[in-house]
């Protein structure tokens, strides 16, 4: 058995004997209750499933198994060289909860590398689909494919013990991981650089290989903005749309492939993770109409009221859970600080944030009036020639698989059953309200 699947054998083994002793005891504790508002209102704060990769604290924003995204820059190792984490290692961390050593993660990336191959049939469906398919359509429609190549659906229907289901899900997950970056350079490559593909650095690490692959050539500088980007991205506990997306599909015994592309479709709206390629198209729209690269506060204020009072979002601002700026946001702003202070495309989303809080809490109805994760991305991809916008979102999506898959592992070692919770009608709601008078 690998080291990385020991440790997790070891340490969910012994966590799923806490959790039933854990349950045995304690099983009818009151941990929330659920109000009429969040019933209607997307179920904002209702505790209802456990998540072990990560935790989000509505101020602090999150922590990946304790640890907060400064801390990860600090102590996660890092390429020979580079200042950025290597994602390899918070994958590691989320998967056993220990920051591992140099070796253990280079470990990891040889994995990644030689788990990489993508099948034929995968670049064939790709291939047959209009030029103009959403890349976000194509990484879902090329994760089912590879749905050929899962060993939990093939143990499956060999008739396996439901204590090992987490031993094919491990490897659903690291197969699936390591192949994300060649599948997402290959719909990159042929949406917008007419199929010129490149092959794949076998020296390299998983976000920079991902960074080569890409074909953006702008020094080592954009490998570590991958790696950082790839690292913030990951996870966000689990309630949020593409989390619990890949949790509820997983829970009815799906394999990793189908449940990744279940998330990977809620990603894909815009109050989600589309949020990051909506947020620079509304900034160069804001550019272009106001005829400027460099504009004003004053001018920017003016461009955020229109675009309210024409009721649409700012996007790129507001949270479900958080209410403070997003900790990922703060970590692209320093990043951008370190190496391209001066890049104008980063100073327009600078005075953007000066400007857009103060307005919207202005408003009295945001809860949330501060950045989240996306506000930032967009302008550093810009800035290093990954222009076109409509790609963002995969770039979150491959970060994302690493989360998600981690808690599918865990979900399936802690034999996790089918999710199904409980609707009711207005109807029921407005009989409850009169006998409850
Ligand atoms: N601009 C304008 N109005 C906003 C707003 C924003 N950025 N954020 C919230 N509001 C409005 C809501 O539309 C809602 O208005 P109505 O009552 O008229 O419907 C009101 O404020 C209350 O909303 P809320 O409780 O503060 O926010 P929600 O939890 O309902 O929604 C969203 C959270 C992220 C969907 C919301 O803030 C939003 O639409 N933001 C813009 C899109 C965006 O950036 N999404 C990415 C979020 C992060 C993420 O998941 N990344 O992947």
Request: charged share 20%; aromatic share 10%; hydrophobic share 40%.
């Amino acid at each position: 058995m690998d080291p990385l699947k020991q440790k997790f054998q070891e340490k969910s083994t012994t966590l799923q004997k806490e959790v039933k002793a854990l349950l045995k005891e304690h099983g009818s504790k009151i941990v929330g209750e659920v109000s009429l508002s969040q019933v209607f209102g997307g179920m904002r704060g209702v505790k209802s499933m456990v998540w072990e990769t990560s935790q989000l604290d509505a101020n602090e924003g999150i922590r990946f198994r304790g640890y907060t995204i400064p801390q990860l820059r600090e102590l996660l190792p890092k390429a020979p060289g580079g200042k950025e984490p290597l994602p390899e290692g918070l994958f590691w961390l989320m998967l056993i909860g220990e920051i591992p050593t140099q070796e253990q993660v280079q470990w990891v990336t040889d994995q990644w590398m030689r788990r990489g191959v993508v099948p034929e049939h995968t670049f064939k469906v790709l291939d047959a689909l209009s030029p103009d398919t959403h890349p976000m359509t194509q990484l879902s429609i090329a994760i089912v494919s590879m749905q050929t190549t899962s060993e939990f659906s093939r143990r499956y229907s060999e008739g396996i013990n439901k204590y090992e289901y987490w031993d094919p899900t491990y490897e659903d997950a690291m197969n699936l991981i390591a192949r994300l970056p060649r599948i997402a350079a290959y719909i990159y490559r042929r949406s917008y650089h007419n199929s010129t593909h490149i092959p794949p650095d076998i020296t390299l690490d998983w976000g920079a290989n991902y960074a080569h692959m890409l074909g953006i050539n702008s020094s080592d500088d954009f490998k570590s903005l991958m790696r950082l980007y790839l690292t913030i991205h990951a996870d966000h506990e689990g309630g949020n749309a593409s989390a619990h997306s890949v949790h509820l599909t997983g829970s009815t015994l799906s394999d990793a492939y189908l449940a990744l592309a279940s998330g990977m479709n809620a990603l894909a709206g815009p109050l989600h993770g589309l949020a990051n390629q909506e947020v620079i198209k509304w900034v160069f729209r804001m550019l272009d109409t106001l005829e400027t690269r460099n504009p004003t506060k004053e001018q920017i204020t003016q461009y955020v009221n229109k675009t309210l009072a024409s009721g649409k979002v700012i996007p790129g601002y507001g949270h479900a859970v958080l209410r403070q700026p997003d900790p990922r946001f703060t970590a692209q702003r320093s990043f951008a600080q370190e190496y391209i202070p001066n890049a104008e495309i980063v100073q327009v989303v600078w005075k953007i944030f000066d400007v857009v809080p103060p307005i919207l809490q202005g408003l009295g109805k945001v809860k949330n009036p501060w950045p989240n994760v996306d506000a930032h991305s967009g302008a550093l991809l810009v800035h290093y020639g990954l222009k076109e916008y409509s790609y963002y979102t995969v770039l979150f999506g491959v970060s994302r698989a690493m989360g998600v898959l981690a808690q599918l592992c865990w979900s399936r070692a802690l034999g996790f059953p089918l999710e199904r919770p409980k609707s009711v009608t207005s109807e029921w709601v407005k009989n409850y309200l009169k006998e409850n008078a």
